[in-house]
């Protein structure tokens, strides 16, 4: 007995994996094991000898199958302390300043007229860029003849072959926001819609993909007159110096009346200066929501109106940081990224400050 124990006791201590544990173990006590065969010899003994035999043999088992626990933990511990060794790091290191990213000009200006707008009382709506051809056209009153579609430049998506149904677009504006939020609130609303917006166009002012921002506010009582306020407001606090607004008529399918929106400006030596000079510089499209929107977003017309428009992003990122060309903004050139880039801290808030 004596010389089982010591046996198995070393075979144990010594074993370099689990699997050689799990060797021993069928070894010693499984089913046909040293120990169990000796179990079985308990039958043939006298009831004295097997008086003494049977905790013998017991103590015995129990002991080895201990021992067999403890070297799998010891040995799952310095498994687990081989691999810290590797996964080792010194976080006494100084970290690498020269890698610190900045905030993109369009999150900036994101960010600012969020927060021109939240202090208006505009909460943040969203949308699918992959829009139906519903939302992005129908529902905006620009129907399938009409020559809008064109305009825009749009990209549709492709249908399998022999699928009939209508496919979808990239939207071409924020606009599909408003009917969205329409059926998902009701009236009134007030909200904009920052976005990504995508139309077939690439020159110095034109990218295929480019950023909006929408506008809409409903209500019993929205007139344009409420419209240029916020709009002058707006400007006002975005440039940070008085802006003069001048709505010219227009016509857009989604709004009746409709204005483009031009802000006053001086050009001098081919550089753009808002809010001073005698100049005009187009930047928005706005109106009262045509009666067949409200409808399509199942407003009653008769009980609600109010005011959308939406403003190109990128466009005010350009004005307003001096950035000539929009293409540089998706390039994604380190160099331009770190010039024109913002501290990834400086949150523009209303009583904080917007950046200058
Ligand atoms: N959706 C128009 C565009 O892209 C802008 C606009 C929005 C005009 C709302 C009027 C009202 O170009």
Redesign the pocket.
């Known amino acids: 007995m004596e010389d089982l124990r010591n046996k198995y006791l070393e075979l144990v201590s010594g074993a370099a994996d689990e699997a050689a544990l799990e060797e021993l173990r069928v070894q010693a006590v499984g089913k046909k094991g040293e120990i169990s065969l000796k179990m079985r010899e308990l039958g043939k003994m006298t009831p004295e000898e097997r008086q003494v035999m049977g905790p013998k043999l017991n103590a015995l088992k129990d002991e080895i199958n201990s021992a067999l626990a403890a070297k799998k933990a010891a040995l799952a511990d310095a498994a687990l302390d081989a691999r810290l060794k590797t996964e080792w790091l010194d976080v006494t290191l100084p970290s690498r300043t020269r890698r610190q990213g900045s905030i993109h000009p369009i999150s900036q200006v994101t960010e600012e007229v969020t927060a021109i707008f939240a202090d208006m009382g505009f909460a943040v709506a969203e949308g699918p860029q992959i829009e139906t051809d519903w939302y992005n056209f129908d529902a905006l009153n620009i129907p399938g003849h009409h020559p809008a579609r064109a305009e825009m430049d749009t990209f549709y998506t492709h249908r399998a072959e022999g699928d009939n149904r209508p496919p979808h677009v990239l939207r071409?504006?924020?606009?599909p926001v408003q009917i969205r939020t329409m059926e998902k609130t009701g009236a009134p609303i007030r909200i904009i819609c920052p976005g990504r917006?995508y139309r077939a166009d690439y020159d110095q002012t034109h990218t295929p993909m480019f950023h909006?921002v929408?506008g809409l506010a409903l209500g019993k009582d929205i007139s344009m007159a409420n419209l240029k306020w916020v709009l002058e407001e707006f400007f006002s606090a975005f440039f940070g110096t008085h802006v003069e607004t001048r709505f010219r008529a227009s016509h857009?399918p989604?709004?009746e009346p409709?204005a483009e929106v031009d802000i006053q400006c001086s050009w001098e030596d081919g550089q753009v200066k808002v809010g001073e000079g005698n100049d005009w510089l187009e930047v928005?499209?706005?109106?009262m929501v045509h009666p067949k929107v409200l409808e399509a977003g199942g407003i009653d017309p008769n009980e609600y109106q109010g005011f959308?428009?939406?403003i190109g992003i990128d466009r005010l990122a350009m004005l307003k940081y001096g950035i000539p060309d929009l293409r540089a903004f998706f390039d994604s050139d380190l160099r331009w990224l770190r010039h024109y880039g913002f501290a990834s801290l400086d949150q523009p808030t209303l009583h904080g400050g917007l950046a200058r």
Do not use: C, I, N, Y
Request: no cysteine.
């Open positions: 071409t504006h924020t606009s917006v909006q929408e857009f989604f709004t409709s928005l499209g706005s109106g959308a428009f939406g």
